[in-house]
């Protein structure tokens, strides 16, 4: 069994690079990770901490939340979206959409 990584994401593509070699260097990345993601731990996990895996529910963005979605952000307009359109994108993700206000937060640092 195995999970794959979703190519049509939009954090992935955002991060996906435009030069045909680098997308295959990334696109290798992400099947080395999809092929070694430690599945029968993961499921250990969870049946030892039911409700207790997946991603926070929180209203707080920490120091490394808000970079991810600086990064995430700076990289969908280096593609050319525009500034507004970036941050709602990177605002519909997850964690982000389940901040209130994120996305005015967002937008105060980039």
Not at 60 to 79: N, T
Request: charged share 25%; aromatic share 4%.
């Amino acid at each position: 069994m195995g999970y794959k990584i979703k190519r049509a994401h939009p954090a992935v593509l955002a991060v996906t690079p435009d030069d045909a070699a680098a997308r295959g260097a990334f696109l290798a990345l992400l099947t080395l990770i999809e092929r070694t993601v430690p599945i029968d731990r993961i499921w250990l996990d969870v049946t030892e901490k039911p409700g207790g895996v997946g991603l926070p529910q929180t209203s707080i963005v920490d120091d490394e939340l808000a970079d991810a979605a600086r990064a995430l952000a700076a990289m969908l307009m280096r593609k050319g979206v525009s500034r507004e359109t970036a941050i709602e994108r990177v605002s519909r993700l997850d964690p982000y959409c389940t901040m209130p206000g994120f996305a005015a937060t967002l937008a105060l640092h980039i």
